[in-house]
Structures are given as C-alpha cells and as structure tokens.
C-alpha cells in the first residue's frame, strides 16, 4: 500500500459496530446527563466555530492547517481549533457568567488507543470563580459519568479507579518529591523562571537520563511521565495541582506562591482527563508568554503559528474566571471499560499508512 493511502477501516461492518454500539449508547446517556448537569446550575451552552486564525500557542500541540480563499481568489491562512478556549474565553469578555461547550476539536501528530485526530473536547468556564470550584465539578462528573452507565468504578485496561471516593489532591511539587525524590521548587526562580542545571543534577543524582541540549521543560516532561504520572488515579482519582508557571501559559500565578500557578490536572486510572486553569486576564503577560511557546516551539519542531490578537484584546475586559477541559471521549472509555479511543468514537477517522 502507497504511504499515506488510507487504510480500509471496517467500524461500519454490521459486526463490529454491534460489538461498539453498547459504547455508543452509553455516551450518548453520559453526554445528555452532563449537558443536564450543567444545565441546573445556570450553565449555558454555546457552540464555538472550528476554523480560527490560530489553533492554540502551545508548543507540543500540533494543528492542522487550511486556508480561506475570498471572491478575488486571495487566499487566507486558517487552523483547525485545538481546543475551543480562545472563543470561550471571548464569549466571557462579552458578557457570558457561565458556560459549557462540547466542541470536536483536532489535533495532528497524535494517533493511538487514548488519542484520536478529530475528538471531543467539554469545556466549562465560571466567571467570579475560583478554580478549586472546577476541581467540585470534576469529582460530581466521574460520579454522574460512573451512575449514567450503570458502573461502581471506572477502569482502564485492570486499572480501577473509585468514582466516588474523594478525589487525591497533590501538588506538583509534593509529587516530585514522593515518586522522584527532586525538589522541583528549588528549580523555580522566586519570578517564575527556571533554573535547568538545578533540575539536570537532582534528575542524575535520582538516576533519570538527562541529554547536554535538554531543555528545562524537557527535563520537568520527564520527570514527569516516568516517575510520576504512573502514580496517579489509582483507586481514587488524583487532582494534581500548583504547576510551576513555565508550565502553564495561560494560567495566573498562585497568591500562595508565584513560582506556581494555578492550574491542575485530572487523573483517573492512570489517565488524563482534564486540565484546568484560574484564568490568566492579563494580556501583556499572556503575549510574553506565547511567544516563549512558540520560541520553544520553534526550537523543537521549526514552525511556530500565529497569534490571535482577537483573543489578547478580549483579555483586557475578560473577567476574573477559571475554566476547564475535559477529554469528554476518555471519560467514556473509563466509565464503560472500552481500551480504545475509536470504540467511543461514532465515526472514527480513516487511519493512514505509514
């Protein structure tokens, strides 16, 4: 088969689709029991456009791109979204108090049995309110996802993981030292900056691999994936929380401490769920700080995308808000018992040859 044919995909054979249907089912009770549990606390759904001038300005999330062509035939660089924020996030500056959205989003370069190039993002956003109150929602939701579906716990491929068991609350920091025995905020400048030799020595003293061009943030994703997040939600979900600021760029700085922001991340038998920020509203700080993702982006992977200065322009009347996102297809996974993304998914997208 010619590199990058698509591959024949038979989810639409009668019988693998009455092997997947039981999945389907159940997504769609879970996502009309969300969008009523959003609905009673005043939540109001909205529907965000796919095609935006920029995708996101992370620097390991890879768009698709398109482009507009107008009446003269000139033609307009456009993205497919990564996630909905920047229009949420919009829609609060408007006026909007609280809101929920399920977008489809896409992202590129990711393929496998917990991701899926087209996928569907839930997003919620509360105006005047902290983000601890986003970590409230997240354990009601497992719940609600665990009852719709007629399940006691969630799993994953033998993991298991409580639904209703008050959800771990543990810092970044605290989960350094537990799984890796390095003090990562001893490698926090008090202004937020990192320190990379600091982290490089306590990796090599734990007997983690550290290469002479690794970045801080290379090191920190290290640490991270191997020695910690195999830790995470097991038997209760784990909350993790106070990320330093070099990783959270659209997260405002903690008032406990302002090497660390506000931000955190959901986890349940060992997957990721969601990640949630307090609001970052200051613009001038949000441009500095996409322009050192796409430095970084730029340095890893040579191209880098566009900004949205629609979006940074909102930011200086957005109000104070937090807001989340959940992997809305993972959290189907986990609450029917299904090992891979596509089985949740009604239509998956064809695969590509390599």
């Known amino acids: 088969m010619k590199p ?19 999945f389907l089912i159940a997504r769609n009770r879970i996502q009309a029991a969300m969008r009523a549990y959003f609905a009673a606390r005043d939540f109001v759904e909205v529907d965000t456009a796919t095609l935006q001038v920029s995708p996101g300005n992370e620097a390991h999330l890879h768009a698709f791109r398109t482009e507009a062509i107008g009446h003269s035939g000139a033609t307009t660089a456009l993205h497919l979204h990564t996630s909905p924020e920047f ?10 108090r609280r809101i929920a959205c399920f977008a489809h989003v896409y ?6 049995p917990l991701h899926h190039p087209e996928f569907t993002m839930l997003e919620w956003y509360r105006a005047g309110e902290g983000y601890e109150t986003l970590m409230e929602d997240c354990a009601a939701l497992l719940a609600l996802a665990a009852r719709t ?25 605290e989960a350094f030292v537990r799984h890796a025995d390095v003090d990562l905020l001893a490698t926090i400048h008090p202004d937020g900056s990192t320190d990379r030799d600091a982290l490089a020595r306590a990796m090599a003293a734990g ?16 640490v991270l994936v191997q020695r910690v997040e195999p ?40 997957v990721e769920l969601a990640n949630a920020f307090g609001e970052l509203t200051d613009a001038a700080e949000q441009r500095r700080r996409f322009g050192l993702e796409m430095a970084e982006k730029q340095r890893v992977y040579g191209e880098t995308y566009p900004l949205d200065e629609d979006f940074l322009a909102a930011l200086e ?38």
């Open 87 to 96: 229009a949420c996030k919009k829609l609060l500056s408007a006026g909007e």
């Open 107 to 112: 992202r590129n370069r990711e393929r496998g």
């Open 4 to 22: 990058g044919k698509p591959t024949p995909s038979p989810w639409w054979t009668p019988d693998v689709h009455a092997d997947r249907r039981p």
């Open 231 to 270: 830790h995470l939600g097991f038997g209760r979900a784990t909350i993790l929380c106070e990320y330093p600021v070099a990783e959270a760029a659209l997260a405002r700085p903690s008032p406990r401490d302002p090497r660390v922001a506000e931000r955190f991340e959901l986890y349940a038998c060992g």
């Open 207 to 222: 007997g983690l691999r550290v290469a002479p061009d690794d970045s801080w943030a290379d090191l920190f994703s290290r």
């Open 317 to 354: 009347i957005m109000p104070e808000a937090s807001g989340i996102a959940l992997g809305f297809d993972r959290l189907v996974m986990l609450a029917t018992g299904a090992t891979r993304i596509d089985q949740v998914i009604w239509a998956p997208v064809a695969e590509t040859a390599p």
């Open 149 to 173: 579906a007629g399940v006691e716990r969630l799993s994953y491929r033998g993991e298991h993981c409580d639904p209703l068991a008050d959800p771990e609350r543990l810092t970044v920091a």
